[in-house]
């Protein structure tokens, strides 16, 4: 099956914000980083079926895209990071900061999830999503989702995963 990701468009958000699992609104440039995604979207046509995050800002580029009713999964949202939604990583004061900072990818952010949390929902949403008899699949959510995807399908190893994130608006595809 292929699946496409889709990652949001940007957010309007300062820079060095801490937004994982907050409804944040899209940015002003919203419907210009829109149109390009939806092109490049056309050569994927078309998907038997389409989820979403449920945030707004992965919904509303569905709804852009032409899915206005995509089927919306929990497992699909960013990583919850805890305390530290909605502050600028310059002003946090928690000594877990820095431990996150040294190993993020197994330490937890304070009172929220860690990559392996992460990695576990949406293995557990791909793993679902194999028993199924689609064959052209559109997922619309975020960074931290689609680097775990590329991950479980072997784009890349999980070492150095980061330096594989797509764009904001971007594609990302997959076979599983």
């Known amino acids: 099956m292929k699946v496409v990701l889709i990652r949001h468009t940007h957010v309007d958000v300062p820079k060095g914000t ?26 994927h046509l078309p998907f038997d079926h389409v989820y979403s995050s449920p945030l707004t800002r992965a919904r509303k ?6 899915y206005p009713h995509p089927e919306t ?18 002003d946090i004061e928690d000594q877990g900061l820095q431990r996150w900072y040294d190993d993020f990818m197994h330490v937890s952010t304070t009172n929220g999830e ?9 293995a557990s949403f791909l793993d679902e999503l194999k028993k199924t008899n689609y064959q052209n699949v559109a997922v619309f959510a975020h960074g931290g989702v ?12 999980a070492e150095g995963c980061f330096h594989h994130l797509v764009d904001c608006g971007g594609l990302e595809v997959i076979e599983i």
């Open 73 to 90: 999964d929990d497992r699909l949202k960013e990583m919850n990071m805890g305390d530290w939604e909605m502050q600028r990583f310059d």
């Open 146 to 157: 689609l680097i775990c995807a590329g991950i479980y399908a072997g784009l890349f190893p």
């Open 18 to 43: 801490c937004y994982g699992w907050t409804d944040v609104p899209v940015a002003s440039t919203f419907e210009q980083e829109a149109i390009t995604t939806k092109k490049n979207l056309e050569i």
């Open 114 to 122: 860690g990559f392996p949390q992460l990695y576990d929902r949406v």
């Open 61 to 66: 580029l569905a709804t852009f895209c032409g």
